[in-house]
């Protein structure tokens, strides 16, 4: 494996490509990293896979033939729980990933675990300043009606944000990214992106439907739509919850935490989200990670554990590898 970073890393059974400060391109943090490997790392290999740095891969099934073919992610706890809890909901809903490859254009792309053909990445490029560099990739890449996209129902496991600090400036890093690059997609993509992003933001508000229920202020205008609105939330945000935890196939105690913050956690999940609608982003911030050793994670650990031996028993094999761009 040979692997991209802006830093010189040790990495066991890799070679390291560090990125020369001297190199300039438009585009900036993980996207320049990957441009010069582009440029500068050749490879003769179908595809080349995307991983970020706290990227954990269990194993690999064969690729299919497709342009862009996007893994699936299993973020794992390193700190706060309100924001694992906020990961295993987005993974609720992101479950829409699966019907992508039926669109024109995938709404959004999840870097940390995508294989992109090497033709396709000659063509397209890394070379342009965005905050979001695996969306505007893809929105760029899907310009070509031919394109074609597969999802594989493989689980890489990444790192939660370790607070939710970090958890709330993440969201509103990938919304400002999506809402700076929406110009690269056809009208009606423009319009379904920007309900998206509206409906996840607006949830941050949701709280304020409360108040005729915990205050003396009791005028509703259309008590109908009032009710429907609250049931609307609740029956959404449990059942986007309950799908988390079975994508998660966590333990019962997990359920039971997540669904008595679940409340809190929505809204939390939804504030960076609101904030990039009020005020977006153009800066790049990574994400705080810790050490694959660090982790809790039961899956986590054993993975690492395996790995470990894996490279023990493959030491000295010269084997041409894949490119597996990872930054940092």
Known sequence: MRVIAEHDIDIDGAT???????????????????????RHVPTDQTFVLYLDEDT????????????????????VRTGSWLSYFA?????????????????????????GGFAVKTAVEQEVTWDVPTVTEDTNFIWRAFAD?????AVLPVKLLNQAPPSVGELIRQRRRWISGASLDSHLLPRQ?????????????????????????????SIVFLPSLYEVAIGVQIVGMFAWGFIGYWYYAERFRVLVGLFVSLPVVAVLHSTGALWAILRPTKTFRVTQKVPPTQLTDDVAEEIVSDNRESDDHQEGDDEEKPRAVKSR
């Open 56 to 75: 954990i891969v269990p194993s690999l099934p064969p690729f299919p033939d497709a342009d862009i073919v996007q893994l699936m992610e299993r973020p």
């Open 145 to 149: 009606p031919d394109r074609e996209m």
């Open 87 to 111: 990961e295993i909901f987005r993974m609720g809903f992101q479950i829409e990933q699966r019907v992508f490859p039926r669109f024109r254009y995938p709404l959004y792309a999840w870097g």
């Open 16 to 38: 390291v490509h560090v990125v020369p400060e001297s190199f300039t391109c438009e585009a900036t943090r993980k996207a320049r990293a990957a441009e010069w490997a582009r």
């Open 189 to 217: 993509y423009q319009l379904l992106s920007l309900l998206r992003n509206a409906a996840w933001g607006l949830v941050a508000l949701s709280p304020l439907l409360l108040i005729p229920l915990v205050t003396p202020v």
